[in-house]
T-cell receptor
Framework: EDKVVQSPLSLVVHEGDTVTLNCSYE??????LLWYKQEKKAPTFLFML??SGIEKKSGRLSSILDKKELFSILNITATQTGDSAIYLC???????????WGAGTKLIIKP | DGGITQSPKYLFRKEGQNVTLSCEQN?????MYWYRQDPGQGLRLIYY???????QKGDIAEGYSVSREKKESFPLTVTSAQKNPTAFYLC????????????FGDGTRLSIL
């Protein structure tokens, strides 16, 4: 059965710390891996990863995919209280248009 | 600006009543999706559609119905057969090429009176 597992489930750090969120997957017919940030409303798109070893970067956030070991990480450096959110990872299957979602990592940044 | 509009933001339903949630997109995306999110849980797929006049059941389609008469619109009806409808409902859309990243509307929060 296809699955996406995120870890940790929750994380509390202080402002300025660097965090690494993990996403491992077992999905047949992998097409891409997506990262989203969800605050109080809808998930907002962060990154799409399709190739191993190519880092995607946006400001203090970066992400990389390892298709051999079947995982991705999301790094946030110099965290701010505005980074507090649930971070969701999802894998797109090539065979249809469904996403397999992880349960998310709840990140809390303390001032 | 292009985006996905869901309405209403909040909806209250009496038991035994059907309600319809609206989802409109102007991104020219072919595929549209409905998800349900319960507190502390991930997203679960209700229905999705890849093309006008065609749609498929997701993991939790029982008690829900959809239609796709126009490319831009994908309304979801929560029927009285859905015994636990209180949840946050999210609509998304994506293209059919590339990585198929999905983009979301702001959601509708449905509660039972």
């Amino acid at each position: 059965e296809d699955k996406v597992v995120q870890s940790p489930l929750s994380l509390v750090v202080h402002e300025g710390d660097t965090v690494t969120l993990n996403c491992s997957y077992e999905v047949t017919n992998f097409r891409s891996l997506l990262w989203y940030k969800q605050e109080k409303k809808a998930p907002t798109f962060l990154f799409m990863l399709t190739s191993s070893g190519i880092e995607k970067k946006s400001g203090r956030l970066s992400s990389i995919l390892d298709k051999k070991e079947l995982f991705s990480i999301l790094n946030i450096t110099a965290t701010q209280t505005g980074d507090s959110a649930i971070y969701l990872c999802a894998v797109v299957r090539d065979s249809n248009y469904q996403l397999i979602w992880g349960a998310g990592t709840k990140l809390i940044i303390k001032p | 600006d292009g985006g996905i509009t869901q309405s209403p933001k909040y909806l209250f339903r009496k038991e035994g009543q059907n309600v319809t949630l609206s989802c409109e997109q102007n991104l020219n995306h072919d595929a549209m999706y409905w998800y349900r999110q319960d507190p502390g849980q991930g997203l679960r797929l209700i229905y999705y559609s890849q093309i006008v006049n065609d749609f498929q059941k997701g993991d939790i389609a029982e008690g829900y119905s959809v239609s796709r008469e126009k490319k831009e619109s994908f309304p979801l009806t929560v029927t009285s057969a859905q015994k636990n409808p209180t949840a946050f409902y999210l609509c998304a859309s994506s293209g059919l090429e590339g990585g198929r990243a999905q983009h979301f509307g702001d959601g509708t929060r449905l509660s039972i009176l």
